[in-house]
């Protein structure tokens, strides 16, 4: 691939109530499907050839929004999947810091040594995500968008930039936000991360925290 666009899905409610989502299959509220569908229209003319997505609804709503603009076909890649988190899946913020201090803080410190109960570390994540990549990489030189989650975004640019996971908290990825990442003969190189300006006049923008 020469171009690498990777697309966090938009707004769900339980971004706006801080509820870990994980697994879990949560849609987008109206204002998530307004920012998908302006992403789809920023990313019209971009000349994407694949369109990727985690099978999680949040995510392939927000996928259909850019096919819908950009005639390519969906494509249900499992490996993009949200990290699982575990006995956190439907828990507030609040409540995981009460009940969970311990773990909380260590997600905070040090995320890449975290392990919830029934969940997945960031290594796991990483594995899963990097055999993907690896896979696409094999292709030729069209440009792909990844439609996925936030922990997934972090993970694949770490990867790609050759980032150790302990920088996770070192970037942020807001809700229907774009990044780019070109390759050249030897690496991928960071074009620009985190980019909402699509969003600015329309669909609700917020100084979304990183969660």
């Known amino acids: 691939m020469k171009r690498l666009y990777i697309l966090r899905h938009g707004e769900t409610q339980w971004n706006k109530e801080e509820v870990f989502r994980g697994t879990k299959d949560i849609p987008l509220n109206n204002n998530g499907l307004r920012q998908a569908e302006m992403a789809g229209v920023y990313l019209k003319d971009k000349g994407i050839g694949r369109i990727l997505s985690s099978p999680l609804k949040r995510a392939l709503q927000t996928a259909q929004a850019v096919s819908k603009e950009t005639g390519v076909n969906v494509e249900i890649i499992d490996e993009f999947t949200d990290i699982n988190f575990g006995i956190w899946e439907g828990l ?120």
């Open 92 to 211: 507030t913020v609040e409540e995981v810091k009460k009940n969970y201090t311990t773990d909380f803080d260590l997600w905070r410190s040090s995320p890449e040594k975290l392990c919830v109960e029934g969940g997945e570390t960031l290594d796991m994540v990483r594995n899963r995500v990097s055999k993907a990549i690896k896979i696409l990489n094999t292709g030729g030189n069209e440009s792909i968008l990844i439609v996925t989650h936030r922990v997934i975004c972090k993970v694949i640019v770490l990867y790609l930039l050759n980032i150790g996971n302990e920088h996770f908290w070192d970037m942020k990825f807001d809700p229907a936000s774009i990044t780019l990442l070109e390759r050249d003969e030897t690496r991928f190189v960071l074009k620009f991360s985190n980019d909402t300006c699509h969003l600015r006049r329309k669909a609700g923008s917020y100084d979304y925290k990183d969660f």
